[in-house]
């Protein structure tokens, strides 16, 4: 199940942004795409190395925001952190790695840094809470990038599958 959700300034609510998070049922084909497009080197040397060494590695293809600390861009990105398989997981022989089996079964050993495409600067990801259910419950309140206002989740949320 995907999450759309708006960011509104509060200033002017003009300056809108809304982020599609998550996947639905197209995770699979999201995930051996990904996959396909590391191993080409779309998303650097650093990942498509990581690949290379760990065969049975994993990545993160979870949709999450992204904010420049320099200029304030928001970008909705896959997350791309890096896992190998734990000592006692020996299930890795599958197509892909859903969110739930890399939680329990890999261990995280690399982020991926998502570089701005306006000013080449490290983003950070933006801090959103969730509940038992997966439903998002706050968003961190982010300056506007195009203002002087605050981008504000406004509460709601549209929920895709």
């Known amino acids: 199940m995907g999450q759309l959700l708006y960011l509104i300034c509060n200033k002017n609510k003009k ?5 599609l998070l ?5 995770f699979p084909k999201l995930y051996t795409g990904t996959v396909k497009k590391i191993k080409k080197g779309k998303y650097g040397e650093e990942i498509k190395k990581f ?3 760990n065969p049975k590695g994993a990545i993160n293809c979870n949709s999450e925001i992204v904010r420049c600390s320099k ?6 990105v896959l997350n791309l952190s890096m ?3 734990r000592k006692n997981n020996k ?12 939680r329990g079964k890999y261990k995280k050993v690399k982020e991926y840094k998502h570089i701005c495409p306006k000013c080449s600067t490290v983003m950070k990801k933006v801090k ?5 259910f997966g439903e998002i419950t706050e968003v961190e309140k982010l300056k506007c990038p195009k203002c002087d206002g605050f981008a504000e989740w406004d509460g709601e949320i549209a929920l895709w599958d």
């Open 15 to 19: 300056h809108k942004k809304g982020f």
């Open 71 to 76: 200029c304030g861009n928001l970008k909705e």
């Open 83 to 85: 896992y190998v398989p």
């Open 128 to 132: 959103i809470k969730y509940n038992e």
């Open 22 to 26: 998550g996947t639905g049922m197209l």
């Open 91 to 102: 299930d890795t022989n599958d197509s892909y790695v859903s969110p739930w089996k890399l």
């Open 51 to 53: 690949l290379e060494e």
